[in-house]
């Protein structure tokens, strides 16, 4: 752990567990109790998630990246009948009453725990109950999913396979939830030092610290801590860090699309690496994987099909289905390739489910264990899935359903001045049928410079007209767009479309 300069051996990891999950056994835990986690990221967060599996409990893990009232109302809907976390956190959930019902209990008396070993043969059934884990809460509030030991074990080798892992990979995990992986898959891990609830704060000095101090050969880290590190890759000792960077054979970025300019610049600081971007979601992962190389074929094939993730994964099953299609009636037939259609996953190691969101599952579960992923997309001749954005995002216009990334990868590759700098949102504004496509801009560093001039927006209608054929109603500016806490990335669309109705209906509003 970077952040606090603490290591671990595994055999020092191993006695950690144990002592965890003696101390959960002796404290009263029972197999199948909900035990909430509360420690930061950390070797002690490792420690005592192991430590829950190991002594039979599900461990929910609903991280600091969800925002404190996210947090809380994670908890409450999970209603764990444990808390585990350092003094802080404790007080934090009792003043706040996250979970009023549950016993808290102190990780540092637990890591430390003097009870009896727990026997070595009680191991949990595949079948059992092993986590709660919270999705980002990018389109509304995060939802717990259910997952097994043996759906996690599942996942654990996808991973594996996919990425072609063995013991004599070491890993660097700039997303606390990935760091979970490291000691399921058996290989050292680093957490580099940066603020798990700003993911832009990772530096390039930190990645390399952190690569240096194990050797790593892999890297994990979300698209906006990948955007900060090639940003601060001039800062501090370069000849160190590409020395200690040399050694990276795989870059992983996931969380939200990245644009391929930024995955170029990325490889630069990783020479030698092989940059891949998986595609999956907290229900099922992973999906698809693409490497740097198929994403510029991709883009050369299809400059506005959106985001190109790659071919599924070994194990995986894709379908295309008609969008806002009745769950309730069951599996509809796939589209024809090229249609743009709700994206359907299939997979051994897809999660069991909703925790306590009954419809919620079963409009996301038509059946066959298909599950809804909530994107929109279409499939090529080759194969390749192509993205392009979240069904709630899709503007419904007179002439059919226009999904928002193409058209927004359209105008961050136009040539409009500061575009490239600031990000950029596509939104439909008016009723459902006949949404008009307005677009909204972030303000590079919060400069009204570049983007002051009403040639601004003719050249963004025109750009997307040339790109898509499409008419764009209306261009916005604002200084920052909303996005999650955890990626920093996911923007949040339907918040901007509720704040450009009342622009363009002439509404006070925030600037």
């Not at 727990?118 to 191991?123: E, F, I, K, P």
């Not at 008609?322 to 009636?329: C, E, K, Q």
Request: charge should be negative; charged fraction near 20%.
């Amino acid at each position: 752990d970077l952040a606090t300069g603490e290591a671990a051996t595994f055999r020092e990891f191993a006695a950690r567990v144990e002592n965890v999950a003696a101390g959960l056994r002796a404290a009263g835990v029972e197999p199948g109790d909900r035990i909430g986690l509360l420690t930061p990221p950390s070797i002690d967060l490792l420690a005592v998630a192991y430590g829950v599996w190991r002594a039979g409990g599900v461990a929910v893990v609903a991280d600091r990246g969800l925002g404190l009232r996210g947090l809380g109302r994670a908890l409450g809907s999970a209603r764990p009948s444990w808390l585990i976390g350092p003094r802080a956190a404790r007080a934090a959930s009792s003043v706040l009453r996250w979970a009023p019902q549950a016993t808290v209990l102190d990780e540092t008396s637990l890591t430390g725990s003097s009870a009896p070993r727990v026997l070595a043969d009680d191991r949990p059934d595949p079948a059992d109950p092993a986590a709660v884990l919270f999705t980002s809460g990018a389109t509304g509030p995060a939802k717990g999913v259910r997952y097994t030991h043996g759906q996690l074990t599942a996942q654990r080798d996808a991973l594996a396979g996919a990425y072609s892992i063995t013991g004599d990979d070491r890993l660097v995990a700039a997303f606390a939830p990935f760091s979970l992986y490291g000691p399921a898959l058996g290989i050292p891990t680093a957490l580099p030092d940066c603020d798990v609830t700003a993911p832009g704060s990772l530096t390039h000095e930190a990645v390399a610290a952190a690569v240096d101090s194990v050797d790593a050969t892999l890297v994990f880290a979300s698209p906006t801590a990948i955007r900060n590190v090639v940003e601060t890759a001039g800062a501090g000792d370069r000849s160190a860090a590409a020395d200690a960077l040399s050694g990276v054979r795989t870059l992983m970025s996931a969380g939200a699309p990245i644009p391929a300019e930024l995955l170029d610049a990325a490889s630069k600081l990783v020479p030698n690496a092989e940059i891949h971007t998986p595609y999956g979601m907290t229900e099922t992962l992973p999906v698809a994987d693409i490497e740097l190389g198929t994403i510029r074929a991709a883009d050369a094939d299809d400059p506005v099909g959106g985001v190109c993730v790659g071919v599924p994964v070994a194990g995986v099953d894709v379908r295309i289905v008609p969008i806002d299609f009745d769950a309730l009636a069951g599996v509809p037939d796939g589209l024809r390739t090229g249609e743009l259609g709700e994206v359907l996953v299939r997979a051994p190691w897809t999660s069991a489910g909703y925790d306590r969101l009954w419809d919620t599952e079963r409009r996301a579960r038509p059946g066959a264990g298909w599950h809804r992923t909530g994107d929109v997309g279409h499939l090529d001749e080759a194969g390749r899935l192509w993205i392009g954005g979240r069904s709630v995002h899709v503007i419904h216009a007179v002439d059919g359903p226009v999904a928002s990334v193409p058209v927004e990868r359209v105008v961050e590759r136009s040539d409009v001045p500061g575009v490239v700098a600031g990000r950029v949102a596509a939104l439909g504004v008016g009723p459902v049928g006949i949404q008009q496509l307005v677009i909204v801009l972030e303000r590079p560093d919060g400069d009204d410079a570049p983007l002051a001039a009403l040639s601004v927006a003719d050249r963004v209608r025109r750009a997307v007209r040339a790109g898509l054929g499409l008419d764009v109603a209306a261009v916005l500016t604002r200084d920052t767009l909303p996005v999650d806490i955890r990626h920093e990335a996911k923007i949040d669309r339907t918040a901007l479309a509720s704040w450009a109705s009342e622009v363009l209906a002439g509404e006070a509003v925030e600037r």
